[in-house]
């Protein structure tokens, strides 16, 4: 999903208009970019966190020329997704499953016809 469809939706939910959808997100997104970079963590319960995770400065060999050249200070972002979260993609893909085995199941049309008159 692009950021496009999120904002449709966003102001489709919140009965506003597109535009005023985009200021909303982009608060939003601000807001975390900003805290992540204060903070360094922000947390959504039952969606996930994100943490900043900082790496030393070293030095490293250029796998083309060989080289060595020394790496700044890096910052990454790492994601942990919550239980929730967890649970919903899970539970799509036992419904993913779950539709799969009985299609099948259903091969041919006397397969159908028994399974439909029981």
Do not use: W
């Amino acid at each position: 999903m692009k950021r496009v469809h999120l904002v449709k939706k966003l102001s489709h939910i919140m009965d506003v208009t597109n535009k005023e959808a985009e200021l909303y997100f982009a608060a939003f997104l601000d807001s975390i970019m900003e805290n992540l970079n204060v903070d360094g963590r922000v947390v959504f319960n039952g969606f996930g966190s994100f943490k900043v995770k900082e790496y030393k400065a070293r030095v490293a060999k250029n796998p083309i020329t060989g080289e060595l050249m020394q790496l700044p200070i890096r910052r990454k972002i790492r994601f942990k997704p919550g239980k929730e979260l967890r649970e919903r993609v899970n539970a799509i893909n036992i419904y993913e499953t779950e539709c799969n085995t009985i299609i099948n199941n259903v091969q041919d049309v006397d397969n159908v016809l028994s399974i439909s008159t029981g």
